[in-house]
């Protein structure tokens, strides 16, 4: 079974910085692209910043400058520099990937989502 586990979530101050981590583990072949979305409460969830295997990031516009993915393909890890962060942040953040599993003699591609690590931004 293919999990993803988050973490480095918490509680941080206007202007703080928190750094975010997620493994991908189980029985993969390989890991394509990996992301970070965020749902606040009462609202959808929303994308943060997606990054391929070949290292192309993309970034939702309010997070430009501010946050930065970054991953180890090595590791099948995904991580997301955050930086000034504003209450507006507040959110919980999920980690996503598309991964290429080994069953048995197949490879089977398929979406997961970690479990979520709750950020709180707030004086």
């Known amino acids: 079974q293919v999990q993803l586990v988050e973490s480095g979530g918490g509680l941080v101050q206007p202007g703080g910085s928190l750094r975010l981590s997620c493994a991908a583990s189980?029985?993969?072949?390989?890991?394509?692209?990996m992301g970070w979305y965020r749902q606040a409460p009462g609202k959808e969830r929303e994308l943060v910043a997606t990054i391929t295997r070949g290292l192309s990031t993309n970034y939702a516009d309010s997070m430009k400058g501010r946050f930065t993915i970054s991953r180890d393909n090595a590791q099948n890890t995904v991580h997301l520099q955050m930086n000034s962060l504003r209450p507006e942040d507040t959110a919980v953040y999920y980690c996503?990937?598309?991964?290429?599993?080994?069953?048995?003699?197949?490879?089977?591609?398929?979406?997961?989502w970690g479990q979520g690590t709750q950020v709180a931004v707030f004086s």
């Open positions: 996503n990937a598309d991964v290429i599993e080994k069953r048995g003699s197949y490879h089977l591609s398929n979406k997961y």
């Open positions: 189980g029985p993969i072949f390989s890991v394509n692209a």
